[in-house]
T-cell receptor, first 114, second 114 residues
């Protein structure tokens, strides 16, 4: 398995533009997580899905952020409109139920909003 | 609210020395703890975990110690190597119903000097 795959690796966009981040979890994993990492706040959980259903989105900062998981092999995190303070590294992770040691992160998307 | 935190943001050691990275947690109900290693440009990777019914667990060159009395967790790395340079995170299980939803600390940067 290639692991959790995220795209793009880097994204630079202008303030006000829409940004879409993509994630392909490990096949067979039924949990998918979106995290945001900044120097100031560390790793923050934004939202997670179980069997493609959003379970907890309390970490999503604002209505500008939305996430979808249309099927077991794909998820998106969308920011519309983007703002400079959204600049961060966004990680996707997946796991199988109850397996903490099987929690696998992708390589992340570094987002810069100018 | 309850949180997971780290005592030292940066730790510098000489190659060959032993390293100890500390973590304090405040949720006395947490029953599962994990250490992750994050290298530059990559997502966090699982190192070792420990359940609350244990006070010590050993892996290859790494040992995790858990002191539930003072709610303290530590990661010991023996014979530290330059390849161990990374940011280390502790995480506690914040999930309900048997799911595993980690809450991450801020991280400690380990710098290994050759």
């Amino acid at each position: 398995d290639a692991g959790v795959i995220q795209s793009p690796r880097h994204e630079v966009t202008e303030m006000g533009q829409e940004v879409t981040l993509r994630c392909k979890p490990i096949s067979g994993h039924d949990y998918l997580f979106w995290y945001r990492q900044t120097m100031m706040r560390g790793l923050e959980l934004l939202i997670y899905f179980n069997n493609n259903v959003p379970i907890d989105d309390s970490g999503m900062p604002e209505d500008r952020f939305s996430a979808k998981m249309p099927n077991a092999s794909f998820s998106t995190l969308k920011i519309q409109p983007s703002e400079p303070r959204d600049s961060a590294v966004y990680f996707c992770a997946s796991s199988a139920s109850g397996q903490g040691s099987g929690y696998t992160f992708g390589s992340g998307t570094r987002l810069t909003v100018v | 609210g309850e949180s997971v935190g780290l005592h030292l943001p940066t730790l510098s050691v000489q190659e060959g020395d032993n390293s100890i990275i500390n973590c304090a947690y405040s949720n006395s109900a947490s029953d599962y703890f994990i250490w992750y290693k994050q290298e530059s440009g990559k997502g966090p990777q699982f190192i070792i975990d420990i359940r609350s019914n244990m006070d010590k667990r050993q892996g290859q060159r790494v040992t995790v110690l858990l002191n539930k009395t003072v709610k303290h967790l530590s990661l010991q790395i023996a014979a530290t190597q330059p390849g161990d340079s990374a940011v280390y995170f502790c995480a506690e299980n914040g999930g309900a119903g048997g799911s595993y939803i980690p809450t991450f600390g801020r991280g400690t940067s380990l710098i290994v000097h050759p």
